[in-house]
């Protein structure tokens, strides 16, 4: 089956530093998403990302983050200044379907930030 | 707003037993359910779906039927293995095709 691969698995940041996370989605998809998960928490929906835009963003993604498809294979989330709070998984996942995007979304593997 | 609910973890089973997950939801309209499972290092791949009332899902023995009358979508399964240690997670589409809502995932454990 085709996967979703981020990379790095665990990045380790200090608090204020800037962080990149890192998506390579399924070739053929056009819809790209950021999800997170605080450690005991609900996986939380932070934005949607079609046709080189942000197409529907949560209240959590405030000025602090960005995306970005630079190269036509990868799909990033900018983190400009990180504080504590912002430790969590991050899932990225992707969707081909113009229709019901997200009923077949697929995600990747998280990468778990720590924020110290 | 749209939001799952699901049963405190962790769960955990001798092999062989039976394993019910429960998980409701509160919704407008009339979303799609689904579970997805994270096995350990790996990504949330989807396990089930079902998208209208009374549909039932399933996969790999696992079932789950949905319920509009009690808002509910338990995951069922009637005899788990150790490779079914894992956390799984409830998740809703709501109507409008807005991103997926997910609860806080119930993480299992089955014990050889």
């Known amino acids: 089956e085709p996967e979703v691969t981020q990379t790095p698995s665990h990045q380790v940041t200090q608090m204020g530093q800037e962080v990149i996370l890192r998506c390579v989605p399924i070739s053929n998809h056009l819809y790209f998403y950021w999800y997170r998960q605080i450690l005991g928490q609900k996986v939380e929906f932070l934005v949607s990302f079609y046709n080189n835009e942000i197409s529907e963003k949560s209240e959590i993604f405030d000025d602090q983050f960005s995306v970005e498809r630079p190269d036509g294979s990868n799909f990033t989330l900018k983190i400009r200044s990180t504080k504590l709070e912002d430790s969590a998984m991050y899932f990225c996942?992707?969707?081909?379907?113009?229709?019901?995007?997200?009923?077949?979304?697929?995600f990747g593997q998280g990468t778990r930030l720590t924020v110290v | 707003g749209d939001s799952v609910t699901q049963m405190e973890g962790p769960v955990t089973l001798s092999e062989e037993a039976f394993l019910t997950i429960n998980c409701t939801y509160t919704?407008?309209?009339?979303?799609?359910l689904f579970w997805y499972v994270q096995y350990p290092g790996e990504g949330l791949q989807l396990l089930l779906k079902?998208?209208?009332?009374?549909d039932k899902g399933s996969n790999k023995g696992f079932e789950a039927t949905y319920r509009k009358e009690t808002t509910s979508f338990h995951l069922e399964k009637g005899s788990v293995q150790v490779s079914d240690s894992a956390v799984y997670f409830c998740a809703l589409l709501p109507s409008g095709n807005t991103p997926l809502v997910f609860g806080k995932g119930t993480r299992l454990s089955v014990i050889a």
């Open positions: 919704a407008t309209g009339y979303p799609s």
């Open positions: 079902a998208t209208k009332a009374d």
């Open positions: 996942a992707s969707s081909g379907l113009r229709g019901d995007r997200s009923l077949r979304a697929f």
